[in-house]
């Protein structure tokens, strides 16, 4: 079921870019704390208005054309960040020290702030979401998912209630893909690169 499990995830993942940061990218504990900061209380931040309860989403990718130099900067941020945001409780209000820390490693490896980080990962994601996994090429996100909920319907392993929220999910997802890829040149830098960006930002384990 892990194996059928996984690329669902990581489907779903891209689909909602909220999740993106989150589930899939090694780097998503900066995206993630920033966010709980951004929902902390109010009285610490009186120029930011709370956010609204439905509003469950981050504001809309920026999308940018790639270099092969952040490709290969973002992978190596992405693994002095592993060991700290391993440790790191998705229900724990982000620590200073830390957040510093993964500022600090963001600058380390060539980007301005640790918001230009996750911005080059949000990119490389939007795009490996529109790989198929098994062939390696780009299908885009809508045919990924699609073959997700086929993949999901002929599993004989899974569970009926697993199933049953799992194609509820990919479902939702469909109904809101994520927005295409505006600069195609990423495509083919994400290709080029494809099993190292899986291995640090798709979610993949052996265990």
Same mark, same amino acid.
């Given at each position: 079921? &892990?194996?059928?499990? &996984? ?6 993942? /891209? +689909? ?11 780097? @998503? ?23 609204? $309860?439905?509003?469950?989403?981050? $504001? ?30 998705? =229900? ?28 080059? /990962? ?10 198929? !996994? ?8 809508? +045919? ?17 209630? =697993?199933?049953?929220?799992?194609? +509820?999910?990919?479902? *939702?997802?469909?109904?809101? !893909?994520? $927005? ?18 899986? *291995?640090?930002? @798709? ?5």
């Amino acid at each position: 079921m &892990r194996e059928t499990i &996984r690329p669902f995830l990581a489907a779903l993942s /891209v +689909a909602s870019l909220a999740v993106s940061m989150t589930a899939l990218s090694s780097g @998503g504990a900066v995206a993630q704390a920033s966010k709980q900061q951004q929902m902390a209380p109010a009285a610490k931040q009186p120029a930011q208005a709370a956010p609204a $309860p439905q509003d469950q989403q981050l $504001p809309p990718i920026k999308q940018i054309a790639l270099t092969d130099q952040q490709i290969d900067n973002a992978l190596a941020a992405g693994k002095e960040m592993d060991p700290i945001t391993a440790k790191l409780s998705p =229900d724990a209000k982000p620590d200073p020290k830390v957040l510093a820390q993964l500022e600090g490693i963001a600058k380390k490896h060539g980007f301005a702030n640790s918001d230009a980080y996750n911005n080059v /990962v949000d990119n490389i994601s939007l795009v490996l979401g529109g790989f198929d !996994p098994k062939t390696k090429k780009y299908v885009g996100p809508e +045919a990924v998912l699609k073959a997700q909920i086929a993949e999901v319907q002929a599993d004989k392993k899974m569970s009926a209630q =697993d199933k049953k929220e799992a194609l +509820a999910d990919l479902n *939702e997802a469909l109904k809101s !893909p994520p $927005p295409a890829v505006e600069n195609k040149g990423n495509i083919d830098l994400v290709a080029k690169n494809y099993d190292k960006l899986m *291995e640090e930002f @798709g979610g993949s384990d052996e265990n």
